[in-house]
């Protein structure tokens, strides 16, 4: 049976961890959405028409080394705000989201655009000072240099950019439910995320 889980939040916030640990609790099949738009972003770097660059992928462009790195995630933000990427993009997270056996998708615009029908919709959070943190202790793994200004600086652009943009914008849905995990550790936050899902699960 189809079962969908809906995780969407600004950079940073935990949704992606959340969404892993979802996934493993519940032996759903787990897409990390932002990784298709990170891998569009690179083959851009690469030279590539972004859209031509999205028509291409391959599951390998998704282990590719480097998605994680601050350009990336530039390059990344600059290609979801064109429609024509996000929809050449549109039918594969859909496809994935409704297969047997469950999925658990994270991104952005799941729960308002692609899977508007999910059975479960988070919107996972945290504030601007907080997530910058988690982000420079994730990209220093990258480059020791980068600073936490420029990675508080690069969240708010980016969130201002994916918020404002005309198709897709990172907004929550209607019946999406926050979670908030600027106080949170990872455990009580996958804890929370596990009890919405479990609560669900009881009535369909």
Do not use: N, W
Not at 173 to 200: F, G, H, N, S
């Amino acid at each position: 049976m189809a079962f969908t889980i809906a995780i969407d939040g600004p950079a940073a916030a935990g949704k992606g961890t959340i969404s892993k640990a979802v996934a493993a609790h519940f032996g759903y099949a787990h897409l990390d959405t932002g990784l298709l738009y990170r891998a569009t972003g690179a083959r851009m770097l690469d030279g590539l028409d972004p859209l031509e660059a999205a028509r291409a992928l391959v599951p390998d462009d998704l282990k590719r080394e480097g998605l994680r790195s601050a350009d990336v995630a530039r390059a990344a933000s600059q290609v979801a705000a064109l429609p024509e990427v996000r929809r050449a993009l549109v039918d594969f997270q859909r496809a994935f989201a409704r297969r047997a056996g469950g999925a658990v998708l994270d991104g952005r615009d799941i729960g308002t655009v692609i899977c508007p029908e999910a059975e479960v919709k988070l919107f996972v959070t945290a504030s601007d000072a907080v997530r910058a943190e988690r982000r420079h202790a994730e990209l220093t793994a990258y480059d020791p240099e980068v600073t936490l200004e420029s990675v508080l600086a690069d969240l708010r652009e980016r969130d201002a950019r994916d918020s404002a943009r005309a198709t897709a914008p990172l907004k929550p849905a209607e019946d999406a439910q926050l979670i908030d995990t600027t106080d949170m550790d990872i455990k009580a936050a996958v804890a929370a995320a596990i009890a919405i899902v479990t609560a669900r699960q009881d009535e369909v």
